[in-house]
């Protein structure tokens, strides 16, 4: 018993490791585009980092700042991109793969957002 509740500790650990952190910069009203906010937010994914399946409801702008990601929306190609590569998701994507591309290196990069206002700012989907 004890060396299973020892297991169950060091896996929600591992898998509490791999979890996004998520650091909102700014959100704001855009007066030009009515009931629209943009919003900008750091992601940094630890090595093996990754984001369950999900969708935006809104533009999508990444900019890869340190490391390599992979992304895919569902019906394009899967891609790794780098520092200083960028990437588009549209608001009817849905993101099937967000992950650092590396086991031992952490990521981070840049995600501007315009979406509705109040909408959340992400959508799991099954």
């Known amino acids: ?33 009515p009931g629209k906010e943009g919003r900008m937010v750091i992601v940094d994914y630890p090595p093996g980092g990754s984001s369950a399946v999900h969708r935006h409801n809104a533009d999508v702008f990444v900019y890869v700042m340190e490391g390599s990601v992979v992304m895919q929306v569902k019906g394009g190609k899967q891609m790794t991109l780098t520092a200083g590569q960028s990437f588009y998701e549209a608001p009817g994507d849905i993101h099937l ?9 952490p990521a981070k990069f840049v995600v501007f957002f315009v979406k509705d206002r109040g909408a959340p700012v992400s959508t799991p989907v099954k």
């Open 1 to 33: 018993m004890k060396k299973t509740l020892i297991f169950l500790c060091l896996m929600a650990g591992a898998v509490m490791a791999q979890e996004a952190k998520v650091t909102p910069l700014l959100s704001k009203d855009l007066p030009d585009l």
């Open 97 to 105: 793969v967000s992950k650092n591309a590396s086991t031992t290196a």
